[in-house]
């Protein structure tokens, strides 16, 4: 499948990269057909709408920068998305980078969850006050987090 992206232009993908989040993103529920694929820099992906390439979120594994964290969600939102055990959940957390050169952070309040085996996602909105909407992540990689 060929899409239309933000950072790369038209690019083609695999069917197995499509992700669907029924109730879409939080200020962007229209949209809810997207694809995930890898960024030129590891830890990054792309999380691409396939309606509107203008629609991209850079996205990361929170545990790589936040051993602790800790992505309270219940059965019950889980299982929206088919979750039915621990192992089909994969958890990424949306990645703002400014362009006045500030620091890179992560929605760690806001994880994106993906059940990896039917590729349906979620946003939940975690309760815990921990967990801030934009966590520094070079900060956090260097303990001062």
Do not use: C
């Amino acid at each position: 499948m060929k899409v239309d992206t933000r950072a790369f232009g038209l690019i083609e993908v695999d069917d197995k990269q499509k992700v669907i989040i029924p109730q879409g993103l939080f200020g962007f529920e229209e949209y809810t057909e997207y694809v995930l694929f890898d960024a030129e820099h590891e830890p990054f992906y792309w999380l691409q709408s396939t309606k509107e390439k203008e629609i991209a979120f850079i996205l990361i594994n929170p545990f790589l920068f936040r051993k602790d964290y800790e992505a309270n969600i219940t059965n019950e939102e889980l299982s929206e998305i088919g979750i039915k055990k621990p192992d089909d959940v994969i958890i990424f957390s949306i990645v703002t980078i400014p362009a006045d050169g500030e620091s890179m952070t992560a929605n760690l309040q806001g994880p994106v969850i993906i059940n990896k085996e039917t590729m349906t996602a979620m946003q939940a909105i975690l309760s815990d006050p921990k967990w801030k909407t934009r966590h520094d992540i070079m900060a956090e990689l260097n303990g001062k987090g």
